[in-house]
């Protein structure tokens, strides 16, 4: 059974950086994509982007010059910044296993509040 | 972008009742690559259905995806108490991968 948790900060001041890590366990993180996705409250999820295990990325262009995925293949972990944030970056982030660009495994996510 | 409109917002049935939720595309979804996901309060959103009309692992089959093009529709026969949650669709034909706003599916 695959599983994904997220980690990182639950706070994050404005214009710092949002910095998440996501840990898979029951399966190898390489040969999949993986993405990070968010929700604001009360807004529908967001795709942020995803990662090849080769450190191939694709991203949101509405956050593309902010963000950087990677991938850690000896620790099973793939890694979420997000830099210069606001408080419209609050929000609960998820990992997920993509699958042909649908995601089958989603991690419970983490919420991330961007307040000073 | 594409942007996905779910209509209703919420729908408010008995269990037993059948549930019929609509997903709208603002452009046309390339070989039906659209996918549908159950999310109950505090839990990770769960895989429904992919390609359309193809059924998840362990998702019953009183669950059913249909359409094509910009008009899709998930339809659940005999509502069970389990179900009653908030449903996304999600499409991945195009890049960026975009998510509708969600249907409410409540008792009523």
């Known amino acids: 059974q695959v599983q994904l948790q997220e980690s990182g900060p639950g706070l994050v001041k404005p214009s710092e950086t949002l910095s998440l890590t996501c840990t898979v366990s029951g399966d190898s993180i390489t040969s999949f994509y993986w993405s990070w996705i968010r929700q604001p409250p009360g807004k529908r999820l967001e795709w942020i982007g995803y990662i090849y295990d080769s450190g191939s990325n694709t991203y949101n262009p509405s956050l593309k010059s902010r963000v950087t995925i990677s991938i850690d293949t000896s620790k099973n972990q793939l890694s979420l910044k997000l830099k210069s944030v606001t408080a419209a970056d609050t929000a609960v982030y998820h990992c997920a296993r993509v699958r042909e660009g649908y995601h089958d495994y989603w991690g419970q996510g983490t919420l991330v509040t961007v307040s000073s | 972008e594409i942007v996905l409109t779910q209509s209703p917002g919420t729908l408010s049935l008995s269990p037993g009742e059948r549930a019929t939720l609509s997903c709208r595309a603002s452009?046309?979804?390339?070989?039906?690559?659209l996918a549908w996901y159950q999310q109950k309060p505090g839990q990770a959103p769960r895989l429904v259905i992919y390609g359309a009309s193809s059924r998840a692992t362990g998702i019953p089959d009183r669950f059913s995806g249909s359409g094509s093009g910009t008009d899709f529709t998930l339809t659940i026969t005999r509502l069970q108490p389990e179900d009653f949650a908030v449903y996304y669709c999600?499409?991945?034909?195009?890049?960026?991968?975009?998510f509708g706003g969600g249907t409410k599916v409540e008792i009523k």
């Open positions: 452009q046309s979804v390339s070989s039906r690559y």
């Open positions: 999600q499409q991945y034909g195009n890049s960026p991968l975009t």
